[in-house]
């Protein structure tokens, strides 16, 4: 039985299982700063000092015996005032990672915070910024990587390798591949080939691949320095996606790049808590 077979047998039993969670207004938005990844401009949060606290538990499931009931057990952990660490368990055939999603503040829309890997069943979120509220989930999603390619950028200013305009190039609707990624039995055939890399300058580099699936939900790019293992997430692109110019890469590095069709599964219960006072400290 496959992972979206799961869901189907058992949604009623997910709904008796609704977890229960901490929900506090919050009075505070996080700062943010404003900075390029990729070429693209982005919003990150401004961390705050860490800080030390006992440990607050939400949405602690406990023990199964019915493995098939609810794919994803996800517990958040405040092992500081201003540090939660995320854990979970899950039950999903087949699956080739997830995505860490969260929200802040009274924003609620979910952001991509980091992708893990089915081995991977632990997420460290330090140093937030104190009394806000903050939200995560845990979304599995199915896709094989593409072909790895490497380059070793050199020294230049960041206005000399920044974006000058491209942006990520997309085959026309119904153009792309032909191999559904929701079938199990042609899921590694939709995974992108020829996977190439261009260089344009010292710290800029253009992809290009094959788009190979008919059905995805969107590619990611992945990225590791100096070695051609422990990727992490580098990019989100649309459906048909072709090719990404990467920008602003690290001065005198070997990057290694993959890119990789994906579709998504039916993300966890949300769990929610807030972030307590940091904790000051008084010269003597």
């Keep these: 039985m496959n992972y979206f077979q799961i869901l189907k047998t058992h949604s009623v039993k997910l709904l008796s299982l609704l977890a229960v969670t901490f929900i506090a207004s919050c009075s505070s938005q996080m700062k943010m700063k404003r ?117 070793a950028t050199g020294d230049a200013a960041d206005e000399l390798s920044g974006d000058d305009g491209v942006r990520p190039g997309q085959v026309p609707a119904g153009a792309g591949g032909t191999n559904s990624m929701r079938n199990p039995l042609t899921r590694e055939k939709s995974a992108p080939t020829d996977l190439t890399i261009t260089r344009i300058g010292p710290r800029v580099a253009d992809l290009n691949w094959k788009d ?51 579709c998504e599964g039916s993300p966890s219960l949300a769990v929610e808590l807030t972030t307590g006072n940091k904790l000051m400290t008084h010269p003597h």
């Design 35 to 151: 900075v390029s990844l990729a070429g693209l401009a982005v919003q990150i949060p401004i961390p705050a000092a860490a800080a030390t606290s006992t440990n607050i538990v939400v949405n602690n499931f406990g023990p199964l015996t019915d493995t098939n009931v609810l794919p994803i057990l996800l517990t958040a952990t405040m092992v500081s005032p201003v540090d939660i660490d995320l854990k979970w368990s899950t039950h999903i055939p087949d699956v080739d990672g997830y995505f860490v999603d969260f929200n802040f503040g009274s924003d609620r829309r979910f952001q991509i915070l980091d992708i893990k890997y089915p081995n991977e069943t632990t997420f460290h979120h330090p140093n937030l910024m104190p009394n806000t509220r903050f939200a995560y989930r845990i979304r599995p999603f199915f896709g094989k990587p593409s072909n790895v390619v490497s380059f």
């Design 212 to 262: 190979n699936a008919s059905d995805e939900d969107g590619y990611f790019l992945e990225t590791s320095l100096g070695s051609d293992r422990d990727f992490h997430f580098f990019g989100l692109l649309k459906t048909n996606t072709t090719s990404f110019r990467a920008s602003l890469l690290p001065t005198n590095t070997i990057c290694y790049f993959r890119v990789r069709a994906y």
